[in-house]
């Protein structure tokens, strides 16, 4: 993929990221790391490594490249901004790597701890997501509360030093490999739904928290359900405010929704396909034409995905942007899927065949994590209402 042209700065000094590297650079920094771990054997791309591939060296890497926390203030992190964030975010994508283990925090919890986590919180929690030493799941998602996030019945009752939650999280990404777990739990019954809701952190090696598999229809483990028993949670892991948490919710899901891993999880199945035609005769002409519509969709998503970051770097939630971006990126996702096919038909490629059902057994969870299509669709919808 060409350079986002953001803005330039001076070179990059000592090979760790900080004020005067270049956009340019930080994309060069992570192709040379992606191929060499690759030409060594240590990762094998492949689609949605994202979310599946979990890999502690690689995210601790990166971490003393200073590559995570790119977008926080120095204080915390490289001070460069989300559009710089942006450009290692690609790269990662585009090369398949192995991101899972510090992606949610980095992504995130970060953004979130930085924007309403107490001075305490932050001293605490941010250069540990910076070192790649912790490791954070989300639960949000119960049982009955998916779409209708604000239907969440897990409870946190106030108790002397602390909180004692009960209750239940589902679907919880890479639980079963965190060290902390975003928590979003019930604080008061109100009758608006939507307040009543508060943020914590919590340990996921406290008492009374239980983490059961659930295996996909690829037969990977990579969510879970997480049950929590009277687990006491430290005052001090409270995130912002008691009953604000559906307002700190919705902002985090920009940075959920809004980030090229909703446009590039199967990335890598694309660059096979290239690679595959490359050598195709006219035949696969039409081949070739849609290749081309795929090619010139990326570079409008790349455009989404740019402004997105743009306006986070302005100090916005771009709610809406992000749930268009998110929305029309897993439609393209799964249209390269679906490309793949059409090309395993024409090239014999046992490679590629294997690339594209590993995507194909990944891709019906697309559309649905991070916010069902649907909802996505009715949450713009209501807003151009509103315009
Ligand atoms: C791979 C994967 C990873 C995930 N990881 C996490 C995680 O780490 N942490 C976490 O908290 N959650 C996670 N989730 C859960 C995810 O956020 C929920 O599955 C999602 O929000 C949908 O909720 P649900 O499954 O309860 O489906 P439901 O809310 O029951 O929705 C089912 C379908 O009904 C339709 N629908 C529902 N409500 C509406 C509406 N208002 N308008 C129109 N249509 C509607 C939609 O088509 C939707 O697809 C993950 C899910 C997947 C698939």
């Known amino acids: 993929m060409a350079g986002t042209r953001a803005r330039e700065t001076t070179a990059?000094?000592?090979?760790?990221?900080g004020t005067g590297t270049t956009v340019a650079d930080l994309r060069r920094q992570v192709r040379d790391l992606t191929d060499r771990w690759r030409v060594q054997g240590r990762y094998t791309p492949r689609s949605d490594n994202w979310?599946?591939?979990?890999?502690?060296d690689f995210s601790r890497e990166l971490a003393r490249r200073g590559l995570l926390g790119l977008a926080w203030p120095t204080e915390y992190g490289a001070g460069l901004g989300q559009v710089a964030r942006l450009a290692v975010t690609e790269e990662l994508l585009r090369a398949g790597a192995p991101v899972a283990a510090h992606w949610i925090g980095e992504r995130q919890i970060g953004p979130a701890v930085l924007g309403h986590g107490s001075p305490e919180l932050r001293a605490e929690i941010l250069p540990l997501i910076a070192r790649a030493e912790a490791v954070f799941c989300l639960g949000m998602s119960e049982p009955e509360a998916g779409s209708d996030l604000a239907a969440v019945r897990t409870t946190a009752e106030a108790v002397p030093g602390g909180w004692t939650v009960n209750g239940r999280k589902m679907w919880t990404t890479g639980a079963h490999h965190a060290t902390h777990i975003y928590l979003l739990a019930r604080t008061a019954r109100t009758e608006r739904r939507h307040h009543g809701l508060t943020e914590f952190l919590v340990d996921m090696d406290t008492a009374g928290i239980e983490v059961t598999p659930i295996i996909d229809l690829a037969g990977e483990h990579h969510f879970n359900e997480v049950t929590f028993t009277d687990v006491h949670v430290?005052?001090?892991?409270?995130?912002?405010?008691?009953?604000?948490?559906?307002r700190r919710v919705v902002e985090?899901?920009?940075?959920?929704?809004?980030?090229?891993?909703?446009?590039?999880?199967?990335?890598?199945?694309?660059?096979?396909c290239v690679h595959a035609l490359a050598d195709e005769p006219p035949h696969a002409r039409d081949l070739q034409i849609d290749l081309g519509r795929l090619t010139a969709r990326l570079a409008t998503l790349r455009r989404l995905a740019l402004g997105v970051a743009r306006q986070v770097d302005e100090g916005r939630a771009p709610?809406?942007?992000?749930?268009?971006?998110?929305?029309?990126?897993?439609?393209?996702?799964?249209?390269?899927v679906d490309f793949a096919r059409r090309v395993c038909l024409r090239v014999p490629d046992p490679d590629l065949r294997a690339a594209f059902a590993q995507a194909l057994l990944a891709s019906p969870g697309f559309t649905i994590r991070g916010g069902a299509a649907d909802v996505l669709l009715s949450l713009i919808a209501r807003q151009e209402t509103r315009t």
Request: proline share 5%.
């Open 12 to 17: 990059a000094a000592n090979g760790r990221a």
């Open 252 to 272: 985090q899901l920009s940075f959920e929704r809004g980030g090229p891993e909703r446009v590039l999880s199967t990335y890598p199945l694309l660059a096979r």
């Open 51 to 56: 979310m599946r591939g979990f890999d502690l």
């Open 319 to 336: 709610t809406v942007e992000a749930a268009t971006l998110k929305y029309l990126g897993n439609d393209f996702e799964n249209d390269v």
């Open 234 to 246: 430290p005052a001090h892991r409270l995130l912002g405010t008691v009953g604000e948490g559906w």
